[in-house]
Structures are given as C-alpha cells and as structure tokens.
C-alpha cells in the first residue's frame, strides 16, 4: 500500500491512536472492530482477525512499536471491516 492509499484507508475506515502497547484482544477493542474482549477472540479462533495482513492466531499476541509498519497497524476484521492505528 502506498501512503496515499493507507491515508484513504484511514479516512475511510477511521484511525486510532495507539498506547506503547496491547494485547491483540485488545487492540481490536479499543479501536471499535469488536464490542468485546470476547468478541475479538472468538473472531481470532475463526481466522478472521488480521493485522498488517498477517493472520493472528495467538490470542496471547501483544503489539509494540516495532510492528508498526510505516507508522500504523492495519487491522482487519473478516473481510471488510478495517481500522488504522497510528503510532
């Protein structure tokens, strides 16, 4: 993706500011894909949560800045739903 395309995305879907670090359960809460916790790992054990287009299978994966890919996380839930996380 190119920066003119992730800022689409972020405008489009919307973004969220990200802490130093979270849990991927929780990431996809505080950022509104998923009313809950439980939620969010129900999606994972389905194989429909993803971020930077990575399918994430731990329910225990924890996200700092190094994964940050050009200064954002891309979440993805299922097919359509998206999110932006800015560092």
Known sequence: MTPADIDALAAEA???QAPAELKVLELFTASG????NGEAKKLLQSGAIYVNEVKIEDTQKTF???DFVNGILLLRKGKKSFKVIKK
Do not use: H, N, Q, V
């Open 64 to 66: 700092t800045a190094d």
């Open 33 to 36: 894909l998923t009313a809950s």
């Open 14 to 16: 919307g973004s969220a």
